[in-house]
């Protein structure tokens, strides 16, 4: 085992990250593509929100610095989104100066008017519907009562105004320089959620097919895939999520002719999809390793259940507008035909040898063979109903 290893860390696939690894997997985040173009956005609407502040005639040139904060505040990844934050931003700032002003014409002395801004400011802040703007309700209450001071009422009207132009700004930036579209971001979530399904079960037929048998302390090696399949799922949920909040508004979307729908439909399958992989991967940990419950599987039954199994991957594999599916959805049917066969052979032989009808409690008639087959016959027909879907 090599230093790296020893001193790496296992991640949810099972591989082992360096400390290098680890910290490139922190940094990368920050350096993808739609963010790096939503810095640059931010530089250019913060400078520009700035200059134009500077310009505006009398005392409301004198808050420009606010105008940048505005920019900040009002660019987010998706426009609708932007949109909404700006709105909510000005609203927060529009309750937190009418809070401001009411303690300020209040008899209530100063040091008492800076603890009832904070504290009714807060409380305003949990009215709901306020998201990004429930911050600024205590700010700018605090801000006009402590910054504006005797020039309450020049600082509340520049601190808005400022405010305003630089979400202004910041609205017109995020439109006109590449407003970002999430669909390859929520394609790739996709295929990771499919990949990740797809080598469980691969990991699951070559466990099968190994001649050596599993002990006790070798867990099954499709375990951690299994746990990672449902986070994988959700992800790609809320990258489909991300990806439909991006094209609300969009103009990119007129010339993008990426097959949104069809994403839609193949998460939706994927989602139905993933407990039934777990479930699978359950009952052949019981049948290989007895736990939690101990299934007799017949010699028979594991090559054909293998076979069905590989098949099933295929069929997870292709795309839902791959050429191979039809030749995949074949080869399924053929599988699950011959695994039907060898269940119903291996349990007329152990009924038979005993002489005597079946007994649903006897382990040697356990029902496990049958209820892979159920599993991966769902696998076959959640794949097959989306082939025939028009939104996927």
Do not use: C
């Amino acid at each position: 085992m090599s230093g790296d290893e020893v001193t790496g860390r296992e991640t949810p696939t099972g591989s082992i990250r360096t400390p290098k690894q680890r910290v490139g997997a922190w940094i990368m985040p920050a350096l993808r593509p739609w963010r790096l173009m939503l810095a640059l956005k931010v530089a250019i609407a913060a400078t520009a929100a700035w200059f134009l502040g500077s310009l505006l005639p009398g005392e409301l040139g004198d808050f420009s610095y606010y105008a940048p904060l505005g920019a900040l505040v009002s660019l987010t990844p998706t426009l609708m989104d932007s949109v909404r934050s700006s709105l909510q931003t000005l609203i927060g700032l529009g309750l937190g100066i009418g809070l401001a002003w009411l303690l300020i014409i209040s008899p209530a002395p100063g040091w008492v008017s800076v603890s009832l801004s904070v504290g009714l400011g807060t409380l305003l802040a949990g009215l709901p519907g306020l998201g990004q703007g429930r911050d600024y309700v205590p700010i700018a209450a605090l801000f006009v009562i402590i910054i504006g001071g005797a020039n309450a009422n020049d600082f509340s009207v520049g601190y808005l105004v400022q405010m305003a132009l630089g979400v202004l700004v910041g609205l017109l930036v995020n439109l006109l320089i590449m407003p970002p579209l999430f669909v390859r971001e929520s394609a790739a979530g996709i295929s990771a959620a499919r990949s990740r399904m797809v080598g469980a079960l691969r990991s699951m037929s070559d466990t099968l097919r190994s001649e050596s048998a599993p002990t006790p302390d070798d867990p099954p090696s499709w375990d951690s895939s299994l746990l990672a399949i449902r986070h994988d799922v959700d992800a790609a949920r809320g990258l489909m999520k991300d990806a439909a909040e991006s094209r609300r508004a969009n103009p990119r979307t007129r010339w993008n002719r990426h097959d949104f729908r069809g994403d839609e439909g193949a998460l939706a399958a994927l989602e139905r999809i993933a407990p039934v992989v777990v479930e699978i991967g359950d009952a052949l940990r019981a049948a290989l390793w007895g736990i939690p419950v101990p299934v007799d599987l017949d010699e028979g039954v594991r090559s054909a259940l293998a076979d069905a199994i590989d098949a099933s991957a295929d069929l997870v594999e292709a795309a839902i507008d791959d050429e191979r599916l039809s030749e995949a959805l074949r080869a399924s049917d053929r599988a699950l035909t011959m695994l039907r066969r060898a269940v119903r052979s291996a349990h007329a032989g152990a009924n038979g040898a005993a002489g005597r009808e079946p007994d649903d409690d006897d382990p040697a008639e356990d029902a496990g063979g049958e209820n892979l087959l159920f599993a991966l016959r769902r696998i076959h027909a959640e794949i097959e109903r989306s082939e025939r879907s028009p939104d996927a």
